[in-house]
């Protein structure tokens, strides 16, 4: 079984453009110990559906889970809850 550290350290090894793949699966991983389950192609293509599973994620009791959440938010330029959007 894979550990959070163990993920986030083998995403530091790959190219740039997997990384929110590996941060996606990590995310996916710790979520599913709290018994929630995401769809990760859908995850990627849809901003709301993202939004909503970040948000649940960011919710979480698990300080690991918090901070994959939001290093994924970043990743995917998704904006946290409460914040304004970017100007247009």
Known sequence: MLTSSAVAASASDCPASTLPLVEIIELKWLLAGEGIHIHV????????????????????????????????????????????????
């Open 41 to 88: 192609e859908r995850l990627q293509r849809d901003p709301d559906y993202a939004r909503r599973a970040l948000d649940e994620a960011a919710a979480s009791a698990s300080p690991a889970l918090r901070a994959a959440a939001l290093r994924l938010r970043n990743r995917l330029t998704l904006s946290t809850p409460g914040a304004a959007a970017a100007p247009g």
